[in-house]
């Protein structure tokens, strides 16, 4: 990653000479000016991520410089400083857009840390301007979203299905869009112009579920009081979609695998077949080979569907897409409610992150609509998402063992729920039930700087 560039903007030399060399040791790269003057020109020339400014100097004082650059660069964030520091000054310039307000001599600790969570904050902005223009470029097939290495995958092996009529076994977790999938071969295949139709064994009661395939004539049933057609029928020239097909009546399947090979159907009631042209998907939760040998799902049945089988990966195995469905969804909901968030901030996301999505994309869906409702407007904050989300988990990353001494080991805890929070001391200190000041005096306390 490139080096943040900070603008130091101090008209005494040493002072400035002194803080350029610890801030260049600290990985930053360094562009030093004296007046108010310079800086302005040095925004206009060079990309500048932060700037420190100096509260008096030769031909501004920092307040008109502020009030200057504030419109002009809205997104850059300034730490003035001051040897001359009152309350009034620092709640001018804060209402003027500085971040934040440091006296002199400085803490230097104090402004690592602050320079720390400024950064934090432009990179994820970068990142979530990436994410944006992301989303923009249509990311995915048509309603999968996904760049990561297995969806990739999965986009290809739609494509190549599309352009068959042969059956395909789509397994999958519930939860990761097997539906989606399903939707996508139709709509870039032959059938796109036709119907689908979607059926959920699971859903249906069972002694329904044979009327709701095959159909049935008027009187054929206790309530039937009208002649209905069956899925079979009504995707016609279409798609029909086999849902949660292990979970299909095992006395219905011989009659649900006759239909497959034959292209007939007939209706409860009805002593005619009706012929039918479909492309047929199915999809199951379970191991299909384990269904199978549990007596669930008929081996006939199973290899007439399994011309092809798709697998869709949990969620957890394409971490990398979590950022960009959790910003799909963020648009998503913006629409439906009239909100206007930006996404999840740096602490939601390492939360989002952290977690395993045993529900998967479903969840996680879930999870975007509640945080986007609660939020209603900027950034969603780590109070936005459940509770059992903001949870850490016991003992996660942390390398304990016997030799370990007591502060060894709770300094080991407080930099993992740093890393928890994205490095945020305030959230951190909240979950491990102290102050910030006693939580910043145990970090100095132990040996070395605190892990990346």
């Given at each position: 990653m490139a080096k943040e560039r900070i603008l130091l903007v101090e008209d005494e030399k040493l002072i400035r000479w002194s803080l350029a060399n610890r801030l260049t040791k600290e990985g930053y790269a360094v562009a030093e000016v004296d007046r108010g003057s310079d800086a302005l020109k040095a925004l206009e020339e060079q990309e500048i991520d932060l700037i420190l400014l100096d509260y008096r100097l030769p031909d501004m004082d920092g307040l008109q410089l502020l009030k200057i650059v504030g419109p002009k660069f809205r997104d850059l964030p300034v730490i003035m400083m001051?040897?001359?520091?009152?309350?009034?000054?620092?709640?001018?310039?804060?209402?003027?857009?500085?971040?934040?307000?440091?006296?002199?001599?400085?803490?230097?600790?104090?402004?690592?840390?602050?320079?720390?969570?400024?950064?934090?904050?432009?990179?994820?902005?970068?990142?979530?301007?990436?994410?944006?223009e992301t989303l923009a470029k249509g990311p995915g097939l048509g309603a999968l979203v996904g760049g990561s290495r297995p969806m990739r995958d999965l986009f290809r092996t739609i494509k190549v299905l599309a352009n068959s009529d042969a059956a395909a076994l789509i397994t999958g977790e519930s939860g990761t869009g097997k539906e989606l999938v399903?939707?996508?071969?139709?709509?870039?295949?032959s059938h796109a112009g036709g119907p689908f139709i979607a059926v959920n064994a699971a859903a249906i009661p069972e002694g329904l579920v044979e009327s709701e395939l095959f159909g049935h004539e008027r009187g054929a049933f206790t309530g039937a009081v009208a002649s209905r057609a069956g899925c079979f029928e009504m995707a016609d020239n279409g798609t029909l979609f086999l849902d949660e097909v292990a979970e299909m009546p095992v006395s219905l399947q011989p009659?649900?695998?006759?239909?497959l090979e034959t292209g007939t159907v007939r209706r409860l009631g009805s002593s005619q077949e009706s012929s039918f042209a479909v492309r047929v998907l199915a999809a199951t939760n379970r191991d299909p080979e384990e269904a199978v040998r549990e007596g669930r799902l008929r081996a006939d049945l199973f290899y007439r569907l399994n011309v092809f089988t798709v697998f869709l990966p949990p969620l957890r195995d394409r971490a990398e897409d979590l950022p960009l469905l959790a910003q799909h969804f963020v648009g998503q909901f913006n629409r439906r409610h009239g909100t206007t968030v930006e996404g999840p901030g740096p602490v939601a996301l390492e939360l989002l992150r952290g977690y395993r999505w045993p529900g998967n994309v479903r969840e996680l869906r879930n999870v975007m609509e509640r945080a986007v409702i609660l939020a209603g407007a900027g950034w969603i904050e780590a109070a936005h998402l459940p509770p059992y989300l903001r949870k850490p988990s016991a003992g996660a990353g942390l390398d304990l063992h016997p030799g370990l001494t007591l502060a060894e080991a709770e300094r080991l805890l407080i930099i993992e729920t740093l890393k928890a929070t994205g490095r945020n001391k305030a959230e951190a200190a909240r979950r491990l039930g102290v102050d910030v000041k006693t939580l910043r005096k145990k970090l100095r306390s132990g040996e070395g700087d605190l892990p990346e």
């Amino acid at each position: 990653m490139a080096k943040e560039r900070i603008l130091l903007v101090e008209d005494e030399k040493l002072i400035r000479w002194s803080l350029a060399n610890r801030l260049t040791k600290e990985g930053y790269a360094v562009a030093e000016v004296d007046r108010g003057s310079d800086a302005l020109k040095a925004l206009e020339e060079q990309e500048i991520d932060l700037i420190l400014l100096d509260y008096r100097l030769p031909d501004m004082d920092g307040l008109q410089l502020l009030k200057i650059v504030g419109p002009k660069f809205r997104d850059l964030p300034v730490i003035m400083m001051t040897a001359h520091g009152t309350i009034d000054t620092a709640v001018e310039a804060l209402k003027r857009g500085a971040r934040d307000f440091l006296t002199k001599p400085l803490d230097y600790p104090k402004l690592k840390e602050v320079l720390d969570e400024l950064v934090a904050e432009a990179r994820h902005r970068e990142a979530q301007h990436h994410l944006e223009e992301t989303l923009a470029k249509g990311p995915g097939l048509g309603a999968l979203v996904g760049g990561s290495r297995p969806m990739r995958d999965l986009f290809r092996t739609i494509k190549v299905l599309a352009n068959s009529d042969a059956a395909a076994l789509i397994t999958g977790e519930s939860g990761t869009g097997k539906e989606l999938v399903a939707r996508a071969i139709h709509d870039l295949g032959s059938h796109a112009g036709g119907p689908f139709i979607a059926v959920n064994a699971a859903a249906i009661p069972e002694g329904l579920v044979e009327s709701e395939l095959f159909g049935h004539e008027r009187g054929a049933f206790t309530g039937a009081v009208a002649s209905r057609a069956g899925c079979f029928e009504m995707a016609d020239n279409g798609t029909l979609f086999l849902d949660e097909v292990a979970e299909m009546p095992v006395s219905l399947q011989p009659k649900i695998l006759r239909a497959l090979e034959t292209g007939t159907v007939r209706r409860l009631g009805s002593s005619q077949e009706s012929s039918f042209a479909v492309r047929v998907l199915a999809a199951t939760n379970r191991d299909p080979e384990e269904a199978v040998r549990e007596g669930r799902l008929r081996a006939d049945l199973f290899y007439r569907l399994n011309v092809f089988t798709v697998f869709l990966p949990p969620l957890r195995d394409r971490a990398e897409d979590l950022p960009l469905l959790a910003q799909h969804f963020v648009g998503q909901f913006n629409r439906r409610h009239g909100t206007t968030v930006e996404g999840p901030g740096p602490v939601a996301l390492e939360l989002l992150r952290g977690y395993r999505w045993p529900g998967n994309v479903r969840e996680l869906r879930n999870v975007m609509e509640r945080a986007v409702i609660l939020a209603g407007a900027g950034w969603i904050e780590a109070a936005h998402l459940p509770p059992y989300l903001r949870k850490p988990s016991a003992g996660a990353g942390l390398d304990l063992h016997p030799g370990l001494t007591l502060a060894e080991a709770e300094r080991l805890l407080i930099i993992e729920t740093l890393k928890a929070t994205g490095r945020n001391k305030a959230e951190a200190a909240r979950r491990l039930g102290v102050d910030v000041k006693t939580l910043r005096k145990k970090l100095r306390s132990g040996e070395g700087d605190l892990p990346e």
